[in-house]
């Protein structure tokens, strides 16, 4: 069985930093593309980061760019985000999402496109 788990989710003010991670379980995940997602109260899912397998490539939302910043650990099975320069709309849950991908680069960003998912961690951004 799969088993993804958040952590590092938490209560900080606007500016702040926190650092989420997220422990893979079940298999290895050397060859699965990783990503975050998030879900503000009322809004649909959204693709934040992800990054492909070999670590080398990353892709970023807009919203995120230049304050996030995904990363992997294969030998841990584990990925994960820092989040810097907070601001209160990035309150959400925050997901963590895996799947295999045959292409070492790829990225997948649609929600569809991933087979396993975290149950999530709450960030709450306070002004």
């Known amino acids: 069985q799969v088993q993804l788990v958040e952590s590092g989710g938490g209560l900080v003010q606007a500016g702040g930093s926190l650092r989420l991670s997220c422990a893979a379980s079940?298999?290895?995940?050397?060859?699965?593309?990783m990503a975050w997602f998030r879900q503000a109260p009322g809004k649909e899912r959204e693709f934040v980061q992800g990054i492909s397998w070999a670590g080398g490539r990353t892709y970023t939302a807009d919203s995120v760019k230049g304050r996030f910043t995904i990363s992997r650990d294969n030998a841990k099975n584990a990925v994960f985000l820092q989040m810097d320069s907070l601001k209160p709309d990035d309150t959400a849950v925050y997901f963590c999402?895996?799947?295999?991908?045959?292409?070492?680069?790829?990225?997948?960003?649609?929600?569809?496109?991933?087979?396993?998912w975290g149950q999530g961690t709450q960030v709450t951004v306070s002004s």
């Open positions: 999402a895996a799947t295999p991908t045959r292409i070492s680069f790829s990225i997948p960003t649609r929600i569809y496109q991933y087979d396993y």
């Open positions: 079940g298999r290895t995940f050397s060859n699965y593309a």
